[in-house]
């Protein structure tokens, strides 16, 4: 992969994170009392943006030095894009689900997909953990 798909492939994975981000904020402005875990799932796509934002910033800062992409970076950075994107898509499909339900309709969902919303979320974490390790290894 080369170094502009690298860079298109972090903008894209940003914006749907944004996105996802912006709606689960808009469902819990809705949703008087949400759960905890809705927040601590806002909060976790929040870290993930930051760690996308960095991304971006070193692909900048490697670009205008002229500096020339590690192989093994953008293959393990695009597998860890690929599995965001995928962990977003499915996160972005509950929100619009929750964003067009009343209260009572959410909480109701919410009972059944909360486990399965639990591990999105720590797949998330996992995946964002794994971005911010290769990004702090190769800023080394």
Do not use: C
């Not at 940003?14 to 009392?33: A, C, D, F, N, R």
């Not at 969902?109 to 390790?133: P, S, Y």
Request: cysteine-free; proline content about 2%; charged content about 25%.
């Amino acid at each position: 992969m080369d170094p502009l798909s690298i860079v298109i492939s972090t903008l894209t994975v940003l914006e749907i994170g944004t996105k996802v981000s912006k709606g689960l904020g808009q469902v819990i402005h809705t949703w008087k009392g949400a759960p905890p875990a809705i927040y601590a799932l806002y909060n976790e796509i929040s870290d993930l943006n930051v760690v996308l934002d960095h991304i971006d910033a070193t692909q900048h800062a490697l670009a205008a030095r002229g500096t020339k992409y590690d192989a093994h970076f953008v293959v393990a950075l695009d597998d860890h894009l690929s599995q965001a994107r995928l962990l977003l898509a499915e996160l972005q499909k509950l929100v619009l689900e929750l964003k067009d339900l009343s209260t009572v309709k959410k909480k109701y969902k919410w009972l059944f997909r909360h486990a399965e919303v639990a591990q999105l979320q720590h797949r998330l974490r996992e995946t964002r953990g794994r971005m911010g390790d290769l990004l702090a290894a190769y800023n080394v």
